[in-house]
């Protein structure tokens, strides 16, 4: 998952703007999107209105109780709904024992924990004892992009270090090793519950920085190598400090290409049966530049796995749902993801528009990764929706619901602190329905792959120019500026298209003669408007931008300001009207994690929050389709699909894959499914057996698990893997890796290929 940036951090109307500015997307599962509160149906949808139900109220006759004949009211809520996502602070070691028959002891938690690592937006292991890497390669585009050099292109011919001294070494990498965990619940909970529940929020984030910055000093602070960061689980029931080592220096060792590492493109994306190879090895090297010496690594397993086999996957899943309310996932289903899908669909058509009409261009700003990453959360949203408006999904979430808030009920002291609560979520998201078409007008103003550089710039300088003319004082202005002055320029086509795409949103969501479009587009038509900021504003660069603040002749006449002048009270409108209820819908969800907590312990694992977790499944396949998808995917169906879409970009194999030699197993498993419990985040995380050794490496999940932010079906939900045995295959007949299949198999560190050639 992407890392989600705030860009606000010297006015309100700023600080508001941050929740909306970010799509994330990782293949692997679901990303985390956060969404806009609150909007209305402005789309001649009439939005049904939200009864809120006390405890002595009768309750209300359902007309739409039986679905294909079945009593929704008769819905019961599945054991493990809210998922397997095990924390290692609360590992389920009798679960195991029960449904494996072993029981691993803290040694074997410490080596699973030990092994795994955390990358950006992603997962990954250790895989040998000299600082090998594994992860996903859609894990590590940005990093093949960037190390890419003049005349290459790593992307589409992939990449392998014959020597040690081939492997590139890449900027801004992070893997995050986790050390440490000590639970600080107790000491949040009792400063926290002194205080005024309106203080409670502001005062827990300014008493987890001071934890933060007390644990990192204590292990030598800045510099030493460590990162602390303060994980809150169960919506705020229980808080730790993680501990981090954290390593910066790595190389490319090896990736295929992006053909096979993504072989069947997006119509196979979050579907199964599939034919990937979506693997990448990074190494981790020391301080003296040496590859790191790695005591704990998960080493490959020689056998492989059998339909049946129990498997473990240690990741780091980004963000799910399951401990929101029924009145909040129906303000999802109804408004709030759908403004989300809206938003991609128009901005993807933007940037494929001009991925053809530019290809070079388009290449050189790396337009590619971002339309699969936005074509990754629109596939991941659009199944999340699907599931909303499944009738027996959200009766299994009322069932699950309504024994919580009966568990609340049943005792006292419970029902005097946490009996109202899911009332009062239910009344939040009827004012948020109420709120206008702000939220999907809004949404992704700011985001760098979904707005226009011009309108955006122009929104900041707003806030420039009236902070200035209220003369406010210059470090309150300071933060705006320079966030005004950051951002990147846009090709002028490029922009102009995302305005162009901007105005269409008012227009949709508010009318066409409405005052806001009257003021926005002052008599022109949308295309005109969008092409007069481009062509006219100061704002449309960096270089003049630059110049105008720093010389003060930015003003209000200025063609970008004046659009902003004109959507700006509808914005301070939509503000002002949700401003109130994100603080108060937080601090519910804080008390209701702690009211689950205080329950159910760590039986129920808390929502996903992109830390480190072990899930456990099994491998088998599943009816779909009038069908039934096998446990193993094997290459001799990669070339069939191959040869059945002929012609076909999404299935056509990378040149060096349509010659291959005799000796290549055609019968080698290439990716299995299992009923391991993944979201976005996960991806890159390995797939372990019960001896702790590597069988694979998880890369997505099939569109049946896309509900999975909100709800687990076992049934139905399955993690889709790269079978370590097709990794140890292509390397070895494809990709002539003897050197890395060397150190893969025995962990010896080879430095040349000539050497590991006269070694096997």
């Known amino acids: 998952m992407q890392s989600m940036g705030m860009v606000a951090r010297g006015s309100r109307i700023l600080v508001a703007l941050g929740i909306i500015i970010s799509v994330t997307a990782c293949g692997g599962g679901t990303p985390s999107i956060p969404t806009p509160n609150p909007a209305s149906d402005s789309q001649g949808v009439e939005v049904p209105s939200v009864a809120v139900q006390t405890s002595d109220q009768a309750p209300a006759i359902n007309p739409n109780a039986f679905v294909f004949g079945v009593d929704l009211d008769t819905i019961q809520a599945g054991a493990f709904d809210q998922g397997k996502m095990w924390t290692f602070e609360a590992p389920p070691v009798d679960y195991f024992a029960d449904t494996y028959g072993f029981r691993p002891d803290a040694a074997w938690f410490e080596k699973a924990r030990l092994g795994a690592l955390r990358i950006p937006s992603c997962s990954a292991s250790f895989v040998s004892p000299n600082g090998l890497v594994m992860t996903n390669h859609h894990c590590a585009r940005e990093f093949l992009t960037q190390v890419t050099r003049e005349g290459e292109s790593l992307l589409d011919n992939g990449f392998v270090a014959t020597d040690l001294v081939d492997e590139r070494e890449v900027a801004d990498f992070e893997a995050d090793q986790l050390i440490e965990i000590i639970d600080v619940t107790e000491e949040v909970n009792s400063s926290l519950d002194a205080l005024p529940a309106e203080q409670r929020s502001e005062a827990r984030a300014s008493l987890l920085n001071e934890i933060e910055a007390r644990v990192l000093e204590q292990r030598g602070g800045e510099g030493a190598g460590y990162v602390v960061e303060m994980i809150s689980l169960y919506n705020g029931g229980r808080t730790s400090a993680y501990v981090f080592r954290r390593y910066v220096n790595a190389k490319v060792v090896a990736a295929p290409e992006l053909q096979i590492g993504f072989f069947g493109g997006d119509p196979d994306n979050f579907t199964y049966p599939r034919y990937n190879l979506d693997y990448t090895f990074f190494r981790i090297y020391d301080e003296y530049d040496q590859p790191l010496s790695t005591e704990t690594y998960f080493a490959f397993d020689n056998d492989g796995l059998e339909d049946g086999d129990p498997i473990f996957i240690v990741g780091n899943p980004g963000s799910t749902s399951r401990l929101q309310t029924v009145a909040e996932l129906e ?396 990794i140890l295959e292509s390397l070895d007949e494809i990709y002539d890796s003897d050197r890395l299949v060397l150190e893969i198999t025995t962990g010896r560190l080879v430095e040349t290929e000539q050497e590991a050639d006269s070694g096997r």
């Open 331 to 726: 303000f999802r289903r109804d408004i709030g993801d759908r403004y989300v899908l809206d938003l991609l669909r128009t901005r993807m058509e933007v940037i494929e528009g001009f991925i053809q009409q530019y290809p070079e261009e388009a290449e050189e700003l790396d337009l590619r990764n971002t339309y699969f990453s936005l074509s990754n959360s629109l596939k991941a949203i659009s199944g999340q929706v699907n599931g909303l408006e499944d009738p027996i999904v959200i009766a299994r979430r009322k069932d699950t619901e309504s024994n919580f808030q009966a568990a609340i009920e049943a005792g006292p002291d419970l029902s005097t602190r946490y009996g109202s609560l899911i009332n009062r979520m239910a009344v939040l998201q009827a004012q948020k329905r109420e709120a206008g078409a702000g939220y999907g007008a809004f949404l992704g103003l700011g985001s760098p792959d979904l707005r226009s550089s011009t309108i955006y710039r122009a929104f900041l300088a707003f806030q420039v120019l009236s902070a200035r003319q209220s003369s406010a004082p210059p470090e309150a202005i300071a933060p705006i500026v320079e966030e005004l002055l950051s951002v990147a320029d846009q090709h002028p086509d490029l922009d102009r298209s995302m305005i162009e795409a901007r105005l269409r949103d008012f227009e949709r969501l508010f009318g066409t003669s409405s005052p806001l479009m009257g003021g926005v587009l002052g008599g022109r038509t949308i295309e005109a408007r969008a092409r007069m900021l481009v062509d006219e504003s100061v704002l449309q660069d960096s270089a003049s931008t630059a110049q105008a603040i720093d010389s003060n002749t930015l003003t209000i006449s200025d063609p970008a300001l004046d659009l902003v002048r004109g959507f700006l009270p509808a914005f301070i409108e939509y503000q002002q009207a949700f401003g109130p209820v994100g603080p108060e819908e937080a601090e519910i969800s804080a008390e209701l994690g702690r009211a689950r907590f205080e329950i159910y312990g760590t039986d129920v694992p808390p929502d996903a929050t992109f830390s480190l977790r072990i899930a456990d499944g099994i491998v088998t396949g599943y009816d779909y389709n009038g069908t039934r998808a096998p446990a193993f995917t094997t290459i001799y169906g990669m070339y069939d699909r191959h040869y059945s879409h002929t012609g076909d970009p999404d299935w056509f194999l990378p040149e060096r894959w349509l010659d291959p030699p005799e000796t290549l197993d055609l019968a080698t498993p290439i990716n299995f499914v299992s009923t391991a419990d993944i979201i976005g985040g996960n991806s890159g995380s390995p797939v372990l057996d019960q001896d702790l050794e590597v069988v694979g490496v998880v890369f997505d999940g099939n569109i049946e698990s896309l509900p999975g932010d909100y709800i687990y079906l076992p049934e139905f939900n399955r993690s889709v893997t790269v079978d370590s045995r097709a």
